[in-house]
């Protein structure tokens, strides 16, 4: 049965930020202290139009690059929000509402900015709230990340600006810039974190990496509101009856997708992957972990594994003889007798559902559309190579050389010949999943060694 991803688990703090200017910083009680790089070299382009931030007093403020993740001033970002941002030092809350009264800062650009080491403190004791709500911020690993405070100066993730702005960030490594907008930028560069951690955008790599052809140029994605409008709609739910957790782009088996991931008040967990292009429901999790629990184990009649798998395929919209069954196992979870019941569809649509052996409700199912044609035998005569396979992935991480290759080897999944490569280069880990017949980059992922 595959694995559910439990939000509440995987809450863990990080470190990452974007800024705001405030006039006085009480001590916290808990304040964790380290060192960051000032970056006047780091263009920050929002929707085409090249930013510079000032702090009221009209000096220039830079980005700060802090455990390999870009923050900017939240002061600013409220301008580039047409929001209000308000300080409140007894209870270390800033306020982002709407609509903007205040105008925006204007300074004197520094003549000749310079890179420097500075201290910055980690803030988990100032609350952030944007129109009322009161916002968490997660970086692309599930971490919580807080705000870092700076020369009297907030600064939150370029991650979280994208967010709070519902626009994807994009990082181009050879240029410097980081991009904030509603579509990916020309290059087709679309990442899951914005910082100095990959190549320039439309890095050529090898030849083999014939995976991003048709998703380059003008291609146009959804904003991440779009995608968390297309995941609430499937579920049948409203903004206002779910507590998002995130919606953050990704790269999936050779095409952008958005990771959504919500849960109700009364903990029902919800898990999105949507088409970033085409807004299409591509998988779904459903966690119905809300149930009252049993002071002993149930002596309550149980259902056969039969009426199980009617019950799976009833939900699920199905017939028998539309499904091939891998399994309908008895087995106990969580003080309950339950049954897991999986089935695959002739275009190799997977369910999976874990029904209640004693009523026969469905307590959570999980939906893969992974429907790609497999093949009958393992194709002969067209397999890349482990060396190419390396190369393609070094072609994606600039300034990367073989010597930084930490495991390379070929696998197998779902009948399809794939290599696992894993690079570590200049404080990042990045893995690649690279289809071992066409060289297309299935998947990949970036975080820091640090994380």
Do not use: C
Request: hydrophobic share 30%; aromatic share 10%.
């Amino acid at each position: 049965m595959k694995q559910h991803r439990t939000i509440f688990r995987r809450l863990a703090p990080a470190a990452l930020a974007v800024t705001l200017l405030m006039t006085s910083a009480t001590p916290a009680l808990a304040v964790t202290y380290g060192n960051a790089q000032v970056m006047p070299n780091r263009t920050i382009v929002v929707d085409g139009v090249a930013r510079t931030f000032y702090a009221i007093n009209g000096q220039e403020v830079h980005p700060i690059s802090y455990g390999g993740t870009t923050y900017l001033p939240v002061r600013s970002i409220g301008e580039l929000m047409n929001k209000n941002v308000d300080w409140n030092n007894d209870t270390k809350t800033i306020t982002l509402t709407s609509p903007r009264t205040a105008g925006a800062a204007t300074g004197t650009p520094d003549v000749n900015p310079q890179e420097s080491t500075v201290s910055v403190s980690l803030r988990d004791d100032f609350t952030i709230i944007v129109d009322g709500v009161t916002q968490q911020f997660y970086d692309a690993g599930g971490n919580r990340v807080y705000p870092l405070l700076h020369n009297g100066v907030t600064y939150l993730p370029i991650r979280a600006v994208g967010e709070l702005m519902g626009k994807v960030v994009s990082w181009d490594n050879n240029t410097q810039t980081v991009t904030i907008s509603g579509n990916v930028d020309s290059s087709g560069n679309l990442v899951t974190d914005a910082d100095s951690f990959g190549p320039g955008s439309g890095s050529t790599g090898s030849t083999g990496n014939t995976g991003n052809t048709g998703n380059t140029g003008s291609t146009s994605y959804i904003s991440a509101e779009t995608a968390k409008a297309k995941a609430l709609a499937h579920a049948g739910l409203s903004a206002s009856q779910v507590t998002f957790v995130r919606a953050y782009p990704d790269w999936d088996d050779g095409r952008y997708v958005y990771d959504v991931e919500f849960y109700t008040s009364d903990y029902k967990e919800y898990d999105y992957e949507i088409d970033a292009n085409t807004g299409a429901v591509l998988s779904f999790d459903y966690d119905a972990d809300h149930y009252t629990r049993p002071s002993q184990p149930s002596t309550g009649t149980t259902i056969s594994a039969e009426t199980a798998k009617s019950k799976a395929l009833a939900h699920a919209g199905l017939s028998a003889s539309q499904v091939t069954f891998v399994r309908a196992t008895l087995d106990w979870d969580d003080g309950r007798s339950v049954y897991d019941v999986e089935f695959y569809t002739s275009d190799y649509k997977e369910y999976d559902y874990e029904i209640d052996a004693n009523t026969g409700a469905v307590l959570s199912f999980d939906y893969d559309a992974d429907h790609y044609t497999r093949p009958t035998q393992p194709s002969t005569g067209t397999d890349i190579g482990l060396e190419k396979a390396k190369s393609i992935a070094l072609g994606q991480v600039s300034g990367a050389s073989s010597s930084h290759i930490r495991q390379a080897k070929r696998d197998y999944d779902d009948g399809r010949l794939e290599y696992d490569v894993k690079i570590v280069y200049n404080n990042y880990e990045y893995e690649f999943e690279i289809d071992g017949t066409s060289g297309t980059i299935l998947s990949r992922d970036v975080e820091s060694i640090w994380d």
